[in-house]
């Protein structure tokens, strides 16, 4: 099973697919983390994306889809894939029907005010990448695997009103087209992770 998740930033995609994974053993392609990895490197990957990622704008389109294209190749997506963040653009999607067949398109609706609490207040693991929410850390910054809890350069507050907007005008239209391509599926996430995952097996379950 060929998946992509939709949804605004902050939406609980990379939450989601993590949980889809175990149980429908699916490989998580997060295209957001394969730029943070090259980030952490310094790779000439990292250095290019780092200059579009911190402006909160996205990275151009031929550096993405290649990117993409070689990791589908891989032998761990034979069995299946979550697409994380992948594709956000019209002409992404185009390139990927392209490549491979996806039988799901799940997209993860949630108020977008809500969202910039969730994206202000995340914190990060600068060592297992797990994710947190401040109120939740409070005064303890550490990770239970050793590492602190830091926010992304992406998720400060100027940065994230810039991917907001970047979503609303590139990503959004996205949930049209694969709606119109008939394999849409609306999950209402303004709700608990268990409870936005119940109702994500439940669909998958039934295809
Ligand atoms: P994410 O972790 O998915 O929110 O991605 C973090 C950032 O990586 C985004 O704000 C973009 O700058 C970049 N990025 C991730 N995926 C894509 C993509 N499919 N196309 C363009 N830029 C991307």
Redesign the pocket.
């Known amino acids: 099973m060929n998946l992509i998740l939709l949804g605004a ?1 902050g939406s609980g ?2 939450t989601q697919a993590e949980l889809i994974k175990k149980d429908f053993k699916l490989t998580h392609i ?4 394969i ?2 990895a090259n980030i952490k490197k310094n790779t000439p990957l990292g250095i290019k ?1 780092k200059e ?2 911190n402006e ?4 151009p ?1 031929d550096l ?1 889809i290649q990117l993409v294209a070689d990791r589908l190749k891989q032998k761990d997506c034979l069995n299946g894939f979550i697409l ?6 019209e002409f ?1 999607a185009d390139k990927l029907g392209e490549i491979t067949k996806i039988n799901a398109v799940i997209n993860l609706d949630i108020d977008l005010k809500l969202l910039l609490e969730r994206l202000s207040g995340r914190r990060v693991c600068n060592k297992c990448g797990s994710t947190n929410h401040i109120n939740c850390i409070k005064t303890y910054l550490a990770c239970s695997c050793g590492g602190s809890f830091i926010q992304r350069e ?1 998720d400060k507050e100027e940065t994230v009103n810039d ?1 907001f907007r970047v979503y609303e005008k590139q990503t959004k239209p996205l949930i049209n087209y694969y709606k119109n391509k008939g394999n849409l599926i609306n999950i209402e996430a303004d709700k608990l992770v268990s409870e936005v995952y119940k109702d994500i097996k439940k669909a998958l379950e039934s295809l």
């Not at 994380?84 to 653009?89: A, H, I, L, V």
């Open positions: 930033p995609k990379g997060s295209t957001g983390d730029f943070r994306a579009y990622i909160g704008m996205l990275v389109d993405v994380d963040g992948f594709p956000r653009t992404q992406d991917r």
